[in-house]
Protein backbone atom coordinates (compact mmCIF):
# COMPACT_ATOMS: atom_id res chain seq x y z
CA UNK A 1 0.00 0.00 0.00
CA UNK A 2 1.71 2.97 -1.61
CA UNK A 3 1.17 6.38 0.71
CA UNK A 4 -1.40 8.28 -1.42
CA UNK A 5 1.17 11.42 0.03
CA UNK A 6 4.94 10.54 -0.96
CA UNK A 7 4.39 7.31 -2.60
CA UNK A 8 6.39 5.59 0.10
CA UNK A 9 5.42 1.84 0.21
CA UNK A 10 5.23 1.30 4.16
CA UNK A 11 2.34 2.34 6.24
CA UNK A 12 1.00 0.95 9.77
CA UNK A 13 -2.62 0.48 10.58
CA UNK A 14 -3.70 2.39 13.45
CA UNK A 15 -7.37 1.29 13.81
CA UNK A 16 -9.22 -1.28 11.93
CA UNK A 17 -12.95 -1.65 12.31
CA UNK A 18 -15.89 -3.35 10.27
CA UNK A 19 -18.39 -1.54 8.30
CA UNK A 20 -21.39 -2.83 5.93
CA UNK A 21 -19.66 -5.88 3.97
CA UNK A 22 -15.66 -4.64 4.39
CA UNK A 23 -13.11 -3.76 6.69
CA UNK A 24 -12.23 0.25 7.28
CA UNK A 25 -8.13 0.82 8.06
CA UNK A 26 -6.80 3.81 9.21
CA UNK A 27 -3.32 3.81 8.13
CA UNK A 28 -0.05 6.20 8.91
CA UNK A 29 2.65 6.31 6.16
CA UNK A 30 5.79 5.22 8.27
CA UNK A 31 7.81 7.44 6.11
CA UNK A 32 5.81 10.90 5.96
CA UNK A 33 3.38 10.18 9.04
CA UNK A 34 0.80 11.30 6.73
CA UNK A 35 -2.67 9.52 7.70
CA UNK A 36 -5.06 8.07 4.93
CA UNK A 37 -7.61 4.92 5.10
CA UNK A 38 -8.53 1.68 3.09
CA UNK A 39 -11.53 -0.03 2.64
CA UNK A 40 -11.26 -3.91 2.06
CA UNK A 41 -14.72 -5.03 0.76
CA UNK A 42 -15.30 -8.75 -0.62
CA UNK A 43 -15.41 -9.00 -4.43
CA UNK A 44 -17.50 -11.35 -5.50
CA UNK A 45 -16.89 -13.63 -8.03
CA UNK A 46 -18.28 -13.29 -11.27
CA UNK A 47 -21.65 -13.95 -12.06
CA UNK A 48 -22.89 -15.11 -15.63
CA UNK A 49 -26.56 -15.33 -16.48
CA UNK A 50 -27.52 -18.52 -18.86
CA UNK A 51 -30.02 -16.84 -21.61
CA UNK A 52 -33.06 -18.29 -23.08
CA UNK A 53 -30.97 -19.69 -26.37
CA UNK A 54 -28.17 -21.10 -23.60
CA UNK A 55 -25.77 -18.46 -24.05
CA UNK A 56 -23.94 -17.25 -21.29
CA UNK A 57 -23.36 -13.39 -20.47
CA UNK A 58 -21.65 -11.49 -17.66
CA UNK A 59 -24.43 -10.61 -14.67
CA UNK A 60 -25.00 -6.82 -15.79
CA UNK A 61 -26.49 -4.91 -12.74
CA UNK A 62 -27.47 -2.09 -14.97
CA UNK A 63 -29.04 -3.77 -17.34
CA UNK A 64 -31.25 -5.04 -14.77
CA UNK A 65 -31.62 -1.55 -13.43
CA UNK A 66 -32.63 -0.18 -16.50
CA UNK A 67 -35.77 -2.74 -16.70
CA UNK A 68 -37.15 -2.55 -13.59
CA UNK A 69 -36.93 1.57 -13.57
CA UNK A 70 -38.57 0.62 -16.89
CA UNK A 71 -41.64 -1.14 -15.61
CA UNK A 72 -41.67 1.62 -12.51
CA UNK A 73 -41.48 4.54 -14.57
CA UNK A 74 -44.15 7.13 -13.06
CA UNK A 75 -45.24 4.63 -10.38
CA UNK A 76 -45.89 6.57 -7.04
CA UNK A 77 -42.53 4.47 -5.70
CA UNK A 78 -40.25 6.17 -3.12
CA UNK A 79 -37.07 7.51 -4.03
CA UNK A 80 -34.45 4.76 -3.87
CA UNK A 81 -36.40 2.07 -4.11
CA UNK A 82 -35.69 0.61 -7.31
CA UNK A 83 -32.04 0.81 -6.60
CA UNK A 84 -32.96 -0.98 -3.14
CA UNK A 85 -34.60 -3.42 -4.74
CA UNK A 86 -31.71 -4.29 -6.76
CA UNK A 87 -29.26 -4.22 -4.47
CA UNK A 88 -31.32 -6.98 -3.09
CA UNK A 89 -31.63 -9.18 -5.60
CA UNK A 90 -27.67 -8.63 -6.42
CA UNK A 91 -26.89 -9.77 -3.07
CA UNK A 92 -29.46 -12.71 -2.95
CA UNK A 93 -27.93 -13.67 -6.37
CA UNK A 94 -24.20 -13.72 -4.76
CA UNK A 95 -25.42 -14.89 -1.70
CA UNK A 96 -26.37 -18.30 -3.83
CA UNK A 97 -22.36 -18.76 -4.40
CA UNK A 98 -23.18 -20.46 -8.10
CA UNK A 99 -21.04 -19.51 -11.14
CA UNK A 100 -24.06 -19.54 -13.76
CA UNK A 101 -27.80 -18.63 -12.72
CA UNK A 102 -30.79 -18.91 -15.55
CA UNK A 103 -32.17 -15.34 -16.86
CA UNK A 104 -35.07 -17.07 -15.64
CA UNK A 105 -34.53 -17.75 -12.33
CA UNK A 106 -33.06 -13.55 -12.02
CA UNK A 107 -36.63 -12.91 -13.55
CA UNK A 108 -38.51 -14.65 -11.35
CA UNK A 109 -37.07 -13.18 -8.46
CA UNK A 110 -37.79 -10.03 -9.86
CA UNK A 111 -41.65 -10.89 -10.73
CA UNK A 112 -41.69 -11.50 -6.99
CA UNK A 113 -40.52 -8.74 -5.50
CA UNK A 114 -42.90 -6.17 -7.91
CA UNK A 115 -45.63 -8.29 -7.24
CA UNK A 116 -45.46 -6.87 -3.08
CA UNK A 117 -44.12 -3.59 -4.30
CA UNK A 118 -46.76 -2.29 -6.83
CA UNK A 119 -48.95 -4.29 -9.29
CA UNK A 120 -49.14 -2.12 -12.50
CA UNK A 121 -45.33 -2.51 -12.36
CA UNK A 122 -45.57 -6.08 -12.07
CA UNK A 123 -47.64 -6.36 -14.83
CA UNK A 124 -45.39 -4.16 -16.93
CA UNK A 125 -42.37 -6.03 -16.31
CA UNK A 126 -44.31 -9.59 -16.78
CA UNK A 127 -45.88 -8.26 -19.74
CA UNK A 128 -41.73 -7.91 -20.71
CA UNK A 129 -40.71 -10.90 -19.54
CA UNK A 130 -42.99 -13.38 -20.33
CA UNK A 131 -43.54 -11.73 -23.89
CA UNK A 132 -47.44 -11.75 -23.41
CA UNK A 133 -48.35 -12.03 -26.92
CA UNK A 134 -51.69 -11.04 -26.97
CA UNK A 135 -54.42 -9.68 -24.64
CA UNK A 136 -55.47 -12.86 -22.99
CA UNK A 137 -52.31 -14.18 -21.64
CA UNK A 138 -51.95 -10.19 -19.90
CA UNK A 139 -55.50 -11.31 -18.42
CA UNK A 140 -54.66 -14.22 -17.41
CA UNK A 141 -51.81 -12.69 -15.35
CA UNK A 142 -53.98 -9.92 -14.18
CA UNK A 143 -56.63 -12.19 -13.06
CA UNK A 144 -54.29 -14.74 -11.08
CA UNK A 145 -53.25 -11.89 -9.28
CA UNK A 146 -56.48 -10.42 -8.50
CA UNK A 147 -57.52 -14.17 -7.81
CA UNK A 148 -54.68 -14.48 -5.49
CA UNK A 149 -55.73 -12.07 -3.06
CA UNK A 150 -52.14 -10.64 -3.06
CA UNK A 151 -52.60 -7.79 -0.27
CA UNK A 152 -52.49 -4.52 -1.89
CA UNK A 153 -49.33 -2.58 -2.22
CA UNK A 154 -49.20 0.41 0.52
CA UNK A 155 -48.02 2.32 -2.73
CA UNK A 156 -50.89 1.56 -4.55
CA UNK A 157 -54.08 3.72 -4.71
CA UNK A 158 -57.09 1.73 -3.14
CA UNK A 159 -59.28 -0.18 -5.32
CA UNK A 160 -63.03 -0.27 -5.57
CA UNK A 161 -65.40 -1.25 -3.32
CA UNK A 162 -68.33 -3.37 -4.69
CA UNK A 163 -70.12 -0.96 -3.35
CA UNK A 164 -67.95 1.93 -5.27
CA UNK A 165 -68.42 -0.13 -8.47
CA UNK A 166 -72.30 -0.57 -7.92
CA UNK A 167 -72.12 3.38 -7.86
CA UNK A 168 -70.04 3.30 -11.03
CA UNK A 169 -72.56 0.79 -12.65
CA UNK A 170 -75.37 3.08 -11.76
CA UNK A 171 -73.73 5.84 -13.84
CA UNK A 172 -73.05 8.18 -11.19
CA UNK A 173 -69.26 7.85 -11.42
CA UNK A 174 -67.75 10.41 -12.15
CA UNK A 175 -69.52 12.61 -9.57
CA UNK A 176 -68.85 10.32 -6.95
CA UNK A 177 -65.17 9.23 -7.83
CA UNK A 178 -63.63 12.36 -6.21
CA UNK A 179 -64.99 11.22 -3.24
CA UNK A 180 -64.48 7.50 -3.42
CA UNK A 181 -62.99 6.48 0.10
CA UNK A 182 -59.79 4.73 1.37
CA UNK A 183 -60.52 0.52 1.98
CA UNK A 184 -59.58 -0.29 4.89
CA UNK A 185 -57.07 -2.68 5.39
CA UNK A 186 -56.96 -5.20 8.17
ZN1 LIG B 1 4.02 9.23 3.18
Same mark, same amino acid.
Given at each position: ??????????????????????????????????????????????????????? *?????????? #????? !?????????? #?????????????????? !????? !?????????????????????? !?????????? #??????????????????????????????????????? *?????????? *??
Amino acid at each position: MNCPYCGHSDCKVIDSRDVSQGIRRRRQCLSCGSRFTTYERLHPASLFVIKKDRR *REEFDRNKLL #TGIRK !ACEKRPLPTG #TVDKLVDDIEADLYRLGR !AEIPS !AFIGDMVMERLKSLDHIAYIRF !ASVYREFADI #TTLKREVDTLLSAGAETPSSQLPLLSAEELGVIRDGRAS *RKRGRVKTRS *RT
